[in-house]
């Protein structure tokens, strides 16, 4: 909205409007680079998706891969990326990412500081080297535990329950600050030389989804409840462009009534997916993204399957082993009592895993073209969970340049307006899940509050005539 010739109630340099991974990063970017900044978050407490994800970040290059001699470049880099993704509006920015990987993942440890290692026991999707960065948890929330103790050890102020209400504009269509405030309190009118949007998609939003990703619109939402697409509101506003926005980051294998993520690694390592009728009906290997759709058709129950041995890989993760704990993976010794863990018909399930162990053994060819077989065949003792798909958030959103610049539909920038994470659009192709690669949604995320936050303020040192 145009703003009126009324009295400010804030002034800063920089205003990260979200709380989640990206905010907090632009915030912490611009303020190293010398600005003033504040976030606003509308939600009681940060988190947003960075909290529910596995917290991993691929860099291409990086020192911890050098001291692990495993050898990358961000060229082999965005050549996976394109790979997976194909051609989509934003290759440029994809590229862009790849290049600064590396540089991200050793800032984020030695500037934050973030408690993150190399993953090293076996590539993620999409990737053909060892490339993610994690927390030794693989939780989201203990990156984010860092970022907000780097919030606050630089006193960046972080004001929670403070939703925006509009992006204020002057005249001339600059964004020059945002309204804030809830229902029952009195507005407050921040001024802010750079806005940068770090609100989330819109995968809580059901009518942005059908509209948007329709393919999708099914499943059941698991992602950050703040996801309600205030980007896209604001960005129609403004006359933004936006990109990719029929993209999005599914997940084939949510353990189901428990709600939290069974481990990919399970199907990685050589794990397959059966229905109620005990049969495959797919090739696992595209991915827990790009197999939710698949989950999603079945429209009965699913369950997957593994052994012993991938499931002490899968161990090494503590959302794993709390899932095993609380009863959500049972184990059987024979194919029938497994099969009776679920009433799933014993002889089609013996068959199934007759078909598949032949195939993993090279004696025959598998019957969805499965390539990567991990451990298997697969031996008891077995493991089972019953899973259910599931839309974590969308991978569209507003155009942006490769500083993260806010465009729009002519390709020029809307002044002073920057965006990240799940508010721009992201890197996994233009449609549907099958271009996501495992880091996608933290890499843009991360990535663009990095360089939005440090072009956000390079900008104000330059425009003040001070050396940057």
Request: aromatic share 6%; charged share 20%; glycine share 12%.
């Amino acid at each position: 909205m145009n703003a009126k010739n009324l009295p400010w109630d804030m002034e800063v340099d920089v205003l990260v409007i979200g709380a989640g991974g990206c905010g907090l990063t632009a915030a912490i970017a611009a303020h190293d680079e010398g600005a003033q900044v504040a976030i606003v978050e509308k939600r009681d407490q940060p988190g947003g998706n960075t909290s529910l994800s596995t917290g991993s970040i691929p860099g291409a290059g990086s020192r911890f891969q050098k001291a692990a001699q495993i050898q990358d470049s961000p060229e082999v880099m965005m050549a996976d990326l394109a790979r997976v993704a194909g051609s989509h509006d934003l290759s440029d920015v994809s590229d862009m990412l790849a290049r600064i990987s590396a540089e991200l993942c050793e800032w984020l440890v030695d500037c934050v500081p973030a408690r993150m290692s190399l993953i090293t026991d076996y590539c993620h999707v999409g990737h053909t080297v060892p490339r993610l960065h994690a927390p030794a948890s693989r939780r989201g929330q203990d990156l984010m535990d860092d970022l907000l103790a780097g919030v606050q050890r630089r006193d960046i102020p972080l004001a929670v329950g403070n939703p925006v209400q509009s992006l204020l504009t002057s005249p001339q269509g600059e964004v020059i600050g945002a309204l804030i405030g809830g229902k029952g309190v009195e507005s407050t009118r921040i001024k802010a030389q750079k806005v940068i949007l770090a609100c989330n998609g819109f995968a809580a939003n059901r009518d942005l989804v059908k509209e948007f990703c329709p393919e999708i619109a099914g499943a059941e939402y698991f992602g950050a409840l703040g996801s309600q697409g205030e980007a896209v509101q604001w960005g129609r506003e403004l006359g933004a462009g936006f990109a990719n926005m029929a993209a999005y980051q599914g997940y084939a294998a949510v353990a189901y009534p428990h709600g939290s993520l069974l481990s990919w690694t399970t199907l990685e390592k050589g794990g397959i997916l059966v229905n109620a009728d005990g049969e495959r009906f797919g090739n696992e290997d595209l991915g827990y993204s790009g197999y939710a759709r698949m989950v999603l058709a079945q429209h009965r129950e699913v369950f997957a399957i593994f052994d012993d041995r991938i499931k002490a890989i899968a161990d090494k993760e503590d959302e794993f082993r709390e899932l095993v704990d609380l009863g959500g993976i049972k184990s059987a010794s024979t194919v029938a009592e497994l099969a009776s863990l679920f009433k799933l018909p014993a002889d089609a399930l013996t068959h199934t895993l007759d078909t598949y162990n032949q195939a993993a053994a090279g004696k025959v060819k598998d019957t969805f073209v499965r390539s990567k077989f991990g451990l298997a065949p697969l031996q008891s003792t077995y493991w089972i969970c019953r899973v259910t798909p599931g839309l974590f958030h969308t991978q569209g959103g507003l155009a942006i340049d490769t500083s993260a610049h806010v465009l729009k539909r002519d390709g020029s920038r809307i002044p002073n307006l920057f965006a990240g994470g799940g508010a721009a659009g992201g890197i996994s192709g233009k449609s549907g899940a099958m271009g996501y690669a495992s880091g996608n949604g933290l890499l843009t995320a991360i990535g663009l509050g990095y360089l939005g936050g440090r072009a956000a303020a390079k900008e104000l040192k330059e425009a003040s005539g001070r050396q940057p």
